[in-house]
């Protein structure tokens, strides 16, 4: 039974950062969470409960459930942001761009001439990309203004994004948690 955010009885880890006020949506093996510094307006990831670095340490079940859920979410996020089509990738490793060792799915809503046909793809490897570094800045500024760096690859900043508030996330996780049970996509589900 999936189950809205402001229900969770658990505490959600996104690798080692604590994200449970920024799920919206949450099964027996998955939950979605809103981004921390979305590429684009509705850019959220789906992660399995179970934190483990590479899609081929999931169980069967597992992966099941989360393209399940990547599915289920992505109709849900591309009639609310009224998308003409989606981004849905993911980082499955260090080699191929991941900075937080915790297997997820990016959703990205695309409009007709929003950015360059694969400008996506090199926002997702940048800096401001860089999920592990976001999480870790947001949620231990003392430790990254100490000079400690996280050792996650990195490229240019996007200047124009700043991260947002623990607040604002979790206005748009309730929100978004209501949007879930709207329609075919949510039916029995919240």
């Known amino acids: 039974m999936a189950a809205s955010a402001q229900v969770l009885k658990r505490p959600i880890y996104f690798g ?10 949450s099964t027996a093996h998955s939950f979605a969470l809103v981004n921390l510094k979305p590429l684009l307006p509705g850019h959220v990831l789906v992660c399995p ?4 670095p590479r899609l081929k340490d999931l169980s069967t079940d597992e992966v099941t459930d989360l393209f399940l859920t990547v599915q289920k979410v992505s109709k ?3 009639k609310i942001y009224k998308a003409d089509s989606l ?20 959703i990205i809503p695309r409009h007709f001439q929003d950015l360059p046909q694969d400008q996506i793809y090199a926002m997702l490897e940048s800096e401001d990309g860089d999920l592990g570094r976001n999480y870790l800045e947001a949620q ?19 200047a124009e994004r700043e991260p947002r508030s623990e607040e604002v996330m979790a206005e748009e996780a309730k929100w978004l948690a ?11 589900r919240l």
């Open 49 to 52: 409960n179970r934190v483990v």
């Open 76 to 78: 849900v996020i591309e």
């Open 140 to 158: 231990h500024p003392a430790v990254m203004k100490n000079g400690a760096r996280p050792k996650f690859p990195t490229v240019h900043p996007d």
């Open 178 to 188: 209501g949007c879930m049970g709207e329609g075919e996509e949510g039916k029995g």
């Open 16 to 25: 080692s950062f604590l994200v449970t006020s920024q799920v919206f949506y």
């Open 87 to 106: 981004n849905i990738a993911m980082q499955d490793g260090i080699a191929a761009g991941q900075s937080v060792p915790h297997v997820h799915a990016h």
